[in-house]
């Protein structure tokens, strides 16, 4: 029996939940994890001049808004979401359930349909200073939690792919 490499789940469930954005999965082999990218065009109608945290300026109609999951080995590292949407553990031994990985695209989906009206709402305002996508366990938790009521959920194994598996 073959295992189910977490990277062909990934990138079969995005295209099934059709995100509304440009989306990149990619093996990192020094790090041993695997990295979504997602990238979101957001409106800047009156071009407002806004700065990133590089500190580049951009008074553009259309700013391109990026952000990122990281499905780690759990046995490797400990890491916090500091610069991510998300770090999401795999373990090594056992990987990750399948209906996990679900529920993740699936709220994945609602953070990019809401990303529009929160960057709105964000250059409306002058008590916020930094416009970030937030992952909010609970939002997170509720999907995961209707799948099962659905009996949906999967407990099907998916694993982290070996080097050589990364690089097919």
């Not at 490797?76 to 990985?101: C, F, M, N, T, W």
């Not at 939002?139 to 694993?159: K, N």
């Amino acid at each position: 029996m073959s295992r189910k490499n977490i990277m062909t789940v990934l990138e079969r469930l995005m295209k099934e939940h059709n995100i509304h954005a440009e989306w990149q999965i990619t093996w990192l082999d020094e790090s041993h994890a695997v990295r979504m990218n997602l990238q979101c065009p957001l409106k800047n109608n009156e071009q407002y001049l806004l700065k990133n945290k590089e500190g580049q300026q951009n008074d553009s109609a259309e700013i391109i808004y990026e952000t990122r999951v990281l499905f780690y080995d759990a046995n490797r590292y400990h890491l916090s979401s500091d610069d991510l949407l998300q770090v999401i553990p795999v373990d090594a031994v056992q990987g990750i359930k399948y209906g996990e990985l679900v529920a993740c695209v699936k709220y994945l989906k609602q953070i990019v349909q809401k990303l529009p009206l929160h960057f709105d709402e964000f250059l409306h305002r002058d008590d916020v200073k930094v416009f970030q996508a937030k992952w909010i366990d609970s939002d997170y938790q509720l999907i995961r939690q209707r799948i099962i009521d659905q009996r949906r959920y999967s407990d099907e194994r998916v694993f982290l792919p070996d080097s050589r598996e990364a690089d097919q």
